[in-house]
């Protein structure tokens, strides 16, 4: 495969993922909001912001990964914020 071949086969995988392509702006909007609705409210922002910390502590403290353990880290507070962000700003 050549890098020509390569990047037309990039292109057209990312035509594909493009939502934007395939969706009207309401109905991407309307996924994103029932996105926030969803996971990260409740019952299941809570797990999985706990499953976040105990990543962060695993990877960071007893694998000695520290890089890892950050983006856990960072995952958990978007998980527990990302909702309270959505709230505030409409």
């Given at each position: 495969?050549?890098?020509e071949e390569g990047r037309t086969v990039l292109d057209q995988v990312v035509e594909i993922v493009n939502a934007?392509?395939?969706w009207t702006p309401l109905e991407y909007e309307a996924w994103?909001?029932?996105l926030f609705d969803t996971i990260f409210d409740?019952?299941?922002?809570?797990f999985l912001a706990s499953?976040?910390?105990v990543m962060a502590f695993w990877f960071g403290t007893y694998k000695q990964r520290l890089g890892?353990?950050?983006?856990?880290?960072l995952c958990a507070f978007l998980v527990a914020y990302l909702r309270t962000l959505q709230?505030?700003?409409?």
């Open positions: 495969m050549t890098k934007l392509l395939n994103w909001h029932g409740g019952n299941m922002a809570r499953l976040f910390l890892l353990g950050v983006v856990c880290f709230l505030l700003t409409g």
